[in-house]
């Protein structure tokens, strides 16, 4: 199975996560990088969910999962244990047209699936293996990592502030490519 790789915005996106465990408490941790419209429900949650719940003031249901809980959200990650859960929460995410459904280690129960990724201010990068091995994901990346400079941040602010006062046009995309050119042919060549 291929996986289309694109960048969702998630500004007006609410998000549930079902379940307060380690894998829930990483998926989160992952989220919090792009958005706090973020709900967890879970009958218990880990010591590090619960911080960062309580650092970033999500909303928290302390219960099971119920039918209908997903109805309002556009995104739903089912981090739980329960394969019969991630099966009838996936189904049920069906049934909301605009409800994409992420179960954990289950890609049968899944519309798309977390990748591996950089994130370094405005610079996201993104690694996926389609699932076949999470692990080569996880390594490239790491590798990918300490390839980027620290100065990344910087750059794009610069980038950003010319492409918002540059009029478009072809004289403009030839000056940014040429920025973004030199830029990386100076720290790839260290």
């Known amino acids: 199975m291929a996986y289309f790789p694109a960048f969702i915005k998630l500004d007006n996106m609410d998000i549930l996560i079902v379940g307060g465990g380690y894998i829930a408490s990483e998926k989160l941790e992952h989220l919090l990088d792009f958005t706090?419209?973020?709900?967890?429900?879970?009958?218990?949650?880990?010591d590090y969910m619960k911080q960062m719940i309580d650092d970033n003031n999500l909303v928290y249901e302390n219960r099971k999962y119920e039918k209908a809980d997903i109805k309002d959200f556009?995104?739903?990650?089912?981090?739980?244990?329960?394969i019969p859960l991630q099966e009838e929460i996936f189904n049920e995410s069906k049934?909301?047209?605009?409800?994409?459904?992420?179960?954990?280690?289950?890609?049968?129960?899944?519309?798309?699936?977390?990748?591996?990724?950089?994130?370094k201010d405005d610079l996201t990068i993104a690694v996926s293996t389609s699932g076949s091995?999470?692990?080569?994901?996880?390594?490239?990346?790491?590798?990918?990592?300490?390839?980027?400079?620290?100065?990344i941040g910087e750059f794009l602010k610069t980038m950003k502030g010319y492409?918002?006062?540059?009029?478009?046009?072809?004289?403009?995309?030839e000056f940014l490519d040429n920025l973004a050119q030199d830029y990386i042919s100076k720290w790839s060549n260290k």
């Open 74 to 82: 556009g995104i739903v990650i089912v981090a739980v244990d329960d």
């Open 133 to 151: 091995s999470p692990a080569m994901a996880k390594h490239l990346r790491m590798y990918l990592q300490d390839l980027i400079p620290d100065s």
């Open 36 to 46: 706090k419209n973020i709900k967890v429900i879970a009958p218990d949650l880990s």
């Open 95 to 119: 049934t909301y047209p605009n409800c994409l459904c992420n179960s954990v280690d289950s890609v049968n129960y899944c519309d798309f699936i977390f990748p591996s990724y950089i994130k």
């Open 163 to 173: 492409r918002k006062t540059m009029p478009k046009g072809k004289e403009r995309m």
